[in-house]
């Protein structure tokens, strides 16, 4: 029988093998069951080849937090390029946002991480993430889109917030719904807040 060779990658590719196996795991046993002999084995590697690419658990979780961040901004600005205003870019990036999560629930996990460098990544992740919410909604204000005395960052920092209790209630509290469906009720909640309108709901003001 053939013995069977694997690949040779380079070391960023490990890394991401890595990385996408840390993630899969964490979906099935969560991040506090994951140890860096199961990701050896689920990589196909010895757990010393693992310390190779990433000197500890902490930092391979530091490198799953860019590969998130990355994948996810991706996403969101998809999202926003299909966009006919500053405000449907909004609506667009919640639900694009939402999916992410629904595919991907080991990810939301790691919001609720103890470990002080995670949380650093985290927050620089999240910070740059609301103000692209903010300049959004700065650009909806001047556009009449939405309340003229909006605090466009309280906002944004609110639409982080709605995605993060989302998630959590759904994805970790074991919620029966979708994760959509969820979101589907409150965001609208969110746009009358804000004093702004859903794009159904401008169609619908359209054809009166």
């Not at 050896?40 to 690419?53: H, K, L, N, P």
């Not at 999560?101 to 103890?114: D, G, I, Q, V, W």
């Not at 903010?134 to 309340?147: E, G």
């Not at 709605?162 to 609208?188: D, N």
């Amino acid at each position: 029988m053939a013995k069977i060779v694997r690949q040779r990658l380079s070391a960023s590719e490990r890394q991401d093998e890595i990385v996408r196996a840390a993630v899969d795991l964490a979906g099935v046993q969560g991040m506090d069951n994951v140890t860096t002999q199961g990701i050896a084995d689920a990589v196909g590697v010895t757990q010393g080849a693992i310390f190779r690419q990433f000197p500890t658990k902490d930092a391979i979780w530091i490198a799953v937090v860019h590969w998130a961040r990355g994948r996810l901004m991706g996403v969101v600005d998809i999202a926003a390029s299909q966009a006919s205003n500053p405000l449907d870019a909004v609506e667009r990036i919640f639900f694009a946002h939402i999916g992410f999560a629904e595919k991907n629930p080991a990810l939301p996990r790691l919001l609720f991480s103890t470990n002080s460098g995670l949380k650093q990544s985290l927050k620089e992740m999240l910070m740059g993430y609301e103000q692209k919410i903010a300049t959004l909604l700065a650009q909806a204000k001047a556009q009449d889109l939405v309340r003229s005395d909006l605090e466009e960052s309280d906002a944004a920092t609110l639409f982080i917030a709605m995605i993060q209790g989302l998630v959590t209630r759904v994805l970790i509290l074991g919620v029966k719904k979708s994760l959509l469906s969820e979101a589907r009720m409150v965001f609208p909640i969110y746009l009358a807040g804000i004093g702004g309108m859903s794009a159904r709901e401008k169609s619908g003001v359209a054809q009166k």
